[in-house]
Structure formats: C-alpha cells, structure tokens
C-alpha cells in the first residue's frame, strides 16, 4: 500500500501511513488537518520525505515515502490540453518549504493541478509553499505562494484556478521549454567565471545570470556568505533559472545546503566539466576515463543523514543488520572503480604495444597539447591533409568544433615531413584552469602519448586575452605528468587575429622557448611551423648508396617515396642511387646497400 523506499521502516509506522488511504478531503480544498499532522510527526520519527497523492474528489491515490530529500511521484496520464487532476502534497524534513526544483519539474512535467511542500522542523510546520502551473508568452511555467501558515493553506479552494488553467492550455498551443537556464556563482575572477559560462555554453546551459564575490575564508556551510546565498536565492528567482552552477569545487554538504536555500540544482565546475566529459567521450577508452573520474568524485561526497544511514543490507557479503548505507554506496563505487580500472588497464596495454611498434620503426612522435578550444584539432586536420603518408590508410578527419573540449580522445595519424621522414602526429585531450586531479588521473593513459612524445607542440591562441594563465595551466598539466622538459615550441595560433602588442608581449615573456606564429584556419606560416618541426625532431636518419636491380622497381618507386634521393644513376646491373633514409627505410632496402656513409 505505501509506495516508495519502505526498506528499514517499522509495521507500526507504515500501518499507521496507510490509514491516509481510509480519508477524504474535501472537493475543492488542497488538504486536510488530519493529513498534514499526520504526514509531518511521521516524518519527524523517520526523517524522510512522505508524499500523498490526491485527485479533484478528494480521493487518496497514492500514499509514498522518499529519502531525505525526494519522493516518488505516482504515474499518471498527462496531456498537453489538460491538467492531471492531481494534486501533490509532500513535506520537507530539512525544514525549508521552499519548492525544489525536483518539486517544480513534477509539477511541470506532470501538469499537477498543485504541489505543495511543507517545511518540517523537529518542533513544528516551518512554512507551506504551493505551486501552480501558469502559462506565459505561451511557455508552461510555474507561480510559487510562500511560506504560508497551516490555516491559511486549509481555507484555499484551488479547484476555480485549476480549471482556468486548463481553460488556457486548450486555446493555446503551449511550448515546455527544456532548455536548462543556470546561474554562475564565481569567487576567483571575472575572467574564471567567462570561462565558467563556456564551459556552460560547452554543455548546452543558457547562462541567465551571474554573481561574483570576493571573500576573504570560505564558508563551511555555503560556501560564499549567508548573505549572498539569499541574493543568489531571489537572482535565481527573477531569472527563473534551473541551475545553479559554481567556479569552485563544493563538498557534499555545501550542495546539500545551497539547494536547500535556493530550491534549486546545484552543481560545481568538478562536475560540469566532467558531464561535458561524459557527452564528448567517443571510444570505449573515453568512456571509461570519465566514468572513472565521475565515480572517484562521488566517492568523496556521499552524504548520509539521519535514519537514511540505517537500513539493513543482508545478504552473502554483506556486514549483516546494521551495515549502513553509505558504506554500501561506498563498497560499490569501490568495486565499480575496480572493475573500470582493470579495463582500462587492458586498453593501456594495447596502447603501449601500438607505441612499442611505432618506437621500433624508428618514426619520431610529436604530440600537440594546449589550453581546451585553441585550435589542436584544426592544425592536427590541417597537417595531415597538407603532408599526408601515403603508406597510410586515409582516416576521418578529427572532430574540431569551435567550442570547449571538442576532442577527448587522442589521436595517431603518420604524415611526411619535407625531408621524407615519417612522423606520428598526435593531437590530445585540452587542458583547461582548475582541471580535476581525477580527471587528469583517469585520463593518464591517453595523455601518456604526451609523455613518449619527442617533441611537443604547445599551441596557444595568441589572441586570448588570459593567454599567458592558460599557458601556466597547459603547463602544470604537464608537470603532473612528468613532461614539462620535453623539447618544445610555443605556437602562437591566430596569429592574424592577435594584435602586435599581443604578439611581442608572449614573445618577451617565453624568451627562451622556440617561438612561431601561425593561423591554422587561414593556413599562415605552416610550411615554417614544419620545417621548425623537422628541425627540432632527433635525426636519426642513415645516407646509403644503394644498388637496386631492375626486377625490383618497387623499392625504387618507395625510395622516391620516403627517403631524400642525393644522386641516380643506371648502371648495367640496376639503379645506383645515394640516398638519406629513415630506420624502417633503411631495414627495408639493407640488402641493397653497397656502401654506408
């Protein structure tokens, strides 16, 4: 009879809910007195959400218990000329009545005739807000009533309301936006929290407002003052935003607390960058990373209150009666981190045996890296089309999209340098400010390219006007992985777009690193960025002079093809020829050789 998560509730308590089933509330009222007492001493003994579900008679539908901060909503038949008929009544034990965002999306996506939620603390009603839906400029949105007392709420006869409501929706063709409208909160600077609303625009987010704070301590309950949460609270309120988003990283019990207040999700830039993770991941491996790194997140936040941590686990492998629940979720993440890390142990070992071969082939590896949305795909695309390997498969061009972290997996594709040597070019995962340690952990097998590389090609935008913060960021990336000694030249992209004070300041200032500029887009200066490219890469290539017999054309054909060809002649017995080959070249064509230099 009682709906929802009954695990670790007494007989005697849920007997008690389900005596709601025999009531009746009055046809036009949102509820009764009987009802609300009820509802509200159990929660206090449970400390859980209780929801009562209620139809226009006045006839109890559905009776469910929550956790602490949701409930299950019934199933209902929902059309878009008409409102459920249902009204939704449910109590908050944190105290706050103010409607979540979890309560106003029920309402919405439901079309409750009313929702409301009443604040319970250890001692009494703190508050009854009521939702409603409303239609404006023919988009269905919602009107709250706040704080309102127990008497006020019982002489409500909502049903004139309801049915106007539903007389709206059948003249107009009305439009539910989906869209996710957030509020950015910053404490660092104007320029993180720019950065905060790409990141936002990243993953689809309309960025409706923003509010920055400079504090001096960080609060324990909030995070920014109590103050400003109010501020946030109402700012939230007038733009009708459904997001909250922070610059900082939260603990579990800020985002509890900041929800709470402002009745709205909230989430933190750890998190947003990781659900932007999530979208982008193409391969197995990408996933995998991502996954790993949401799960190492979650690990450190879980957040267990009240009776919540006191249900029973039984069962083989399990502590028995008394095992909490967050140990359970814990002991799972724990085994899911396992699992994940043994598969992704399995790809790094594919992965390496890939780089084994290219290792012993002699090819020399050259690894872009740079700041999230510079332009590394667009160069990596630009390169291979312009100097492509021809004893190389054509592969799809990588995906290069103006806007961040376009490209999560990296990258492997072979092109002819000027001089015919073979090159393995490798374009990799963006680095971004305030990067998550799990995330740069989870992604190590990939960024271990970096690593193997022997050269590096760290690509700026020039024209950025955090440019030198993000090459600060892009380089501490590199110190935690072990290469940020690795033989370098500093790109400056946009060259065409980046104004002359720009230019010469990074040029002042990274002074003693290979400097060039370019514009990828607008193919500028790429002939000078590869021969500075062929220049830089070790030279590990062999002059020879090679007599080859006319049966075998085809390794002439493949000489002209990957070596420098110095001189050629016919001679009686074949081709003579004195060329400057590579080590896979020069393997190839040994028994050719006549003479070494």
């Known amino acids: 009879m009682i709906k929802g998560n009954v695990e670790g509730i007494r007989d005697s308590v849920l007997a008690e809910l389900e005596n709601i089933y025999s009531m009746n509330v009055e046809k036009g009222k949102l509820v009764n007195h009987e009802i609300v007492e009820l509802i509200t001493d159990i929660t206090r003994l449970i400390n859980r959400e209780i929801s009562v579900s209620i139809d226009r008679k006045g006839r109890i539908l559905e009776v469910a218990i929550g956790d602490s901060n949701s409930v299950e909503l019934p199933i209902l038949e929902i059309s878009s000329k008409k409102l459920s008929g249902v009204k939704v009544i449910h109590t908050h034990p944190n105290g706050y009545s103010k409607l979540s965002m979890i309560d106003i999306s029920a309402l919405l996506k439901l079309k409750l005739d009313a929702i409301l939620a009443i604040g319970v603390s250890e001692t009494e009603i703190t508050g009854i807000n009521i939702g409603y839906c409303k239609i404006k400029n023919q988009e269905l949105t919602y009107e709250e009533i706040q704080n309102l007392s127990l008497e006020k709420t019982l002489d409500i006869d909502y049903l004139d309301k309801a049915l106007d409501i539903e007389s709206e929706l059948r003249k107009n063709d009305v439009v539910e936006d989906e869209s996710e409208y957030a509020i950015i909160v910053g404490v660092d600077s104007e320029e993180s929290l720019d950065e905060l609303e790409e990141l936002a625009r990243a993953c689809e987010v309309n960025v409706a407002g923003r509010i920055f704070q400079k504090i001096k301590r960080i609060d324990n309950i909030f995070y920014i003052g109590s103050g400003k949460v109010k501020e946030l609270a109402l700012l939230r309120q007038i733009k009708n935003a459904n997001l909250i988003i922070f610059d900082e990283e939260l603990s579990g019990i800020q985002i509890k607390n900041l929800e709470a207040i402002t009745g709205c999700k909230v989430i933190d830039r750890t998190i947003l960058i990781l659900e932007i993770f999530a979208r982008r991941a193409r391969t197995r491996e990408a996933k995998i990373q991502v996954e790993l790194a949401q799960l190492k997140y979650r690990s450190h936040r879980l957040i267990g209150l009240g009776s919540v941590m006191s249900r029973i686990g039984g069962g083989i492998g399990t502590k028995g009666p008394g095992e909490k629940k967050l140990e359970i979720d814990r002991r799972r993440i724990k085994d899911d981190i396992f699992a994940l890390r043994q598969e992704l142990e399995k790809i790094k070992k594919i992965r390496a045996l890939q780089r084994t071969k290219r290792e012993s082939s002699g090819i020399p590896r050259v690894s872009i890296v740079g700041y999230t949305n510079v332009g590394k795909s667009t160069l990596r695309n630009l390169l291979v089309e312009m100097y492509p390997s021809d004893n190389t498969v054509r592969k799809e061009a990588v995906f290069a999209e103006n806007m961040l972290f376009a490209t999560l997996d990296a990258t492997t594709r072979t092109m002819i340098l000027p001089d015919k040597r073979v090159t393995a070019l490798t374009d990799t995962v963006g680095f971004v400010r305030k990067l998550p340690h799990d995330l740069v952990e989870a992604f190590k097998s990939t960024l271990e390219e970096v690593i193997f590389s022997d050269l590096l090609v760290h690509l700026v935008d020039a024209s950025s006007e955090t440019v030198v913060k993000q090459i600060t960021s892009v380089e501490n990336v590199l110190t935690e992985l072990g290469a940020f000694d690795k033989p370098t030249i500093l790109v400056l992209n946009k060259c ?91 393997n190839k064509c040994s028994k050719f050789i006549v003479n070494e230099f």
């Open 496 to 586: 065409d777009v980046a104004t002359e004070e720009q230019i010469q300041k990074l040029k002042e200032l990274y002074s003693h690193l290979d400097i060039i500029e370019i514009s990828a887009k607008n193919e500028v200066n790429i002939d000078l960025l590869i021969d500075k490219v062929s220049a830089s890469l070790p030279r590990t290539m062999k002059k020879v002079e090679l007599l080859i017999p006319y049966t075998e054309s085809s390794i002439n054909s493949y000489l002209h093809r990957n070596s420098i060809i110095e001189s050629e002649s016919y001679e009686g017995d074949g081709t003579l020829m004195i060329v400057t080959l590579s080590d896979e070249a020069y």
